[in-house]
């Protein structure tokens, strides 16, 4: 079976094609950072005017470079949620139209397990449980994966996620957008212990709090106004990288699980791929990471996750299925949602 994969949760514009649910035969990806660097952050209507623009020839590229024919495709799988409701409605909407014009199957995917879905395409034969660690520009989420439709978050950002947290960094001082990319090159050439940032909730549950990291930054910067960049840099992502790998182990540790998988887009940050595996290790845990193409939003995780629900559960989804901003999680994959700690272990 090829699955037609579809993502416009954000600023990214992406299709993909895959056989069989594991076989990427195209994976298509365009970032509209150049449109929104001028504003600092993603304009939703900017980004949902583009998606429309995009979509099409993006589809057209992906189905040339696979080598496939429209009659070929036999599931369409897109993401409605969570993300912007505008950028979300264009994808669903032209999901729903191919559904209908080829007359195949149509199946909506949640964001966040789709991410997850990256690490079963990167590492088919390391399959859960596990915990997962979903870290983006939008989301810090700890998820206990039982099995590849049973997802419990344990853990979430009450503020500022992690990658939004570099790219406040990133505005004040002048670093454009997404800075992500740029703090991580500037980080490698500077020193981690430079700058004694706070680690914000450090030791405390498997909730994060990233805003007050950057008030310490802005605190900083009005006494040095011409800081090493490298150094600030280096500093400012230790700090969110010991807060990321200390609530992971310590939640692995508490559920009994031995493998951490680490998805979404700042899991291509060099540091965090440095020293996640390393801390880990002493603990007797592996860690696992998608290769960088597959960590930012990209349709082949959408199309991953599709095919396992329509191929392996049977699940397809109405054309009524409505895009859902605020879609959570806890109970998403077994179609009932149940929020509150499913083991009862102690958060400590």
């Known amino acids: 079976?090829?699955?037609?994969?579809?993502?416009?949760?954000?600023?990214?514009?992406?299709?993909?094609?895959?056989?069989?649910?594991?076989?990427?035969?195209?994976?298509?990806?365009?970032?509209?950072?150049?449109?929104?660097?001028?504003?600092?952050?993603?304009?939703?209507?900017?980004?949902?005017?583009?998606?429309?623009?995009?979509?099409p020839y993006l589809m057209e590229e992906a189905l040339a470079e696979a080598g496939v024919d429209w009659g070929e495709i036999g599931l369409v799988g897109v993401t409605y949620g969570p993300g912007l409701i505008g950028p979300l409605v264009v994808g669903v909407s032209y999901a729903k139209g191919l559904s209908v014009a080829l007359e195949i199957p149509f199946?909506?995917?949640?964001?966040?397990?789709?991410?997850?879905?990256?690490?079963?395409?990167?590492?088919?034969?390391?399959p859960p449980p596990f915990l997962g660690l979903v870290v983006s520009g939008g989301h810090t989420e700890l998820v206990v994966v039982k099995s590849w439709d049973e997802f419990r978050v344990i853990g979430t950002t009450r503020d500022d996620a992690a990658g939004e947290a570099l790219d406040k960094l990133g505005r004040l001082v002048g670093?454009?957008?997404?800075?992500?990319?740029?703090?991580?090159?500037?980080?490698?050439?500077?020193?981690?212990?430079?700058?004694?940032?706070?680690?914000?909730?450090?030791?405390?549950?498997?909730?994060?709090?990233?805003?007050?990291?950057?008030?310490?930054?802005?605190?900083?910067?009005?006494?040095?106004?011409?800081?090493?960049?490298?150094?600030?840099?280096?500093?400012?992502l230790e700090a969110i990288v010991d807060v990321l790998v200390d609530k992971a182990i310590r939640a692995a540790r508490i559920y009994e699980l031995?493998?951490?998988?680490?998805?979404?887009?700042?899991?291509?940050?060099?540091?965090?791929?440095?020293?996640?595996?390393?801390?880990?290790?002493?603990?007797?845990?592996?860690?696992?990471?998608?290769?960088?193409?597959l960590c930012t939003d990209?349709?082949?995780?959408?199309?991953?996750?599709?095919?396992?629900?329509?191929?392996?559960?049977?699940?397809?989804?109405?054309?009524s299925l409505s895009p859902e901003a605020n879609l959570p999680l806890d109970g998403w994959g077994t179609d009932k949602a149940s929020g509150g700690d499913p083991d009862g272990k102690e958060v400590v």
């Open 175 to 236: 670093l454009g957008y997404p800075a992500g990319p740029t703090i991580d090159s500037l980080a490698r050439e500077g020193d981690p212990g430079a700058i004694p940032f706070p680690r914000p909730m450090l030791g405390e549950g498997f909730d994060t709090s990233f805003a007050g990291l950057k008030t310490a930054a802005v605190r900083w910067l009005k006494d040095h106004p011409h800081p090493d960049l490298r150094d600030l840099c280096a500093s400012y």
């Open 1 to 55: 079976m090829i699955t037609l994969g579809i993502e416009t949760s954000c600023d990214e514009t992406a299709v993909a094609l895959l056989r069989d649910g594991y076989e990427i035969l195209a994976n298509v990806i365009y970032s509209q950072a150049d449109l929104h660097a001028r504003y600092g952050g993603v304009v939703p209507e900017i980004a949902s005017r583009d998606h429309v623009r995009k979509l």
């Open 107 to 126: 199946v909506g995917v949640h964001h966040l397990a789709g991410h997850l879905f990256a690490h079963r395409l990167a590492h088919p034969d390391v």
């Open 258 to 293: 031995e493998r951490i998988v680490v998805v979404g887009g700042v899991a291509a940050n060099s540091r965090l791929r440095e020293a996640f595996p390393t801390r880990a290790a002493e603990r007797g845990m592996r860690v696992f990471f998608p290769p960088p193409e």
């Open 298 to 319: 990209n349709a082949a995780m959408v199309a991953a996750c599709a095919h396992y629900r329509f191929a392996e559960r049977g699940h397809r989804d109405p054309l």
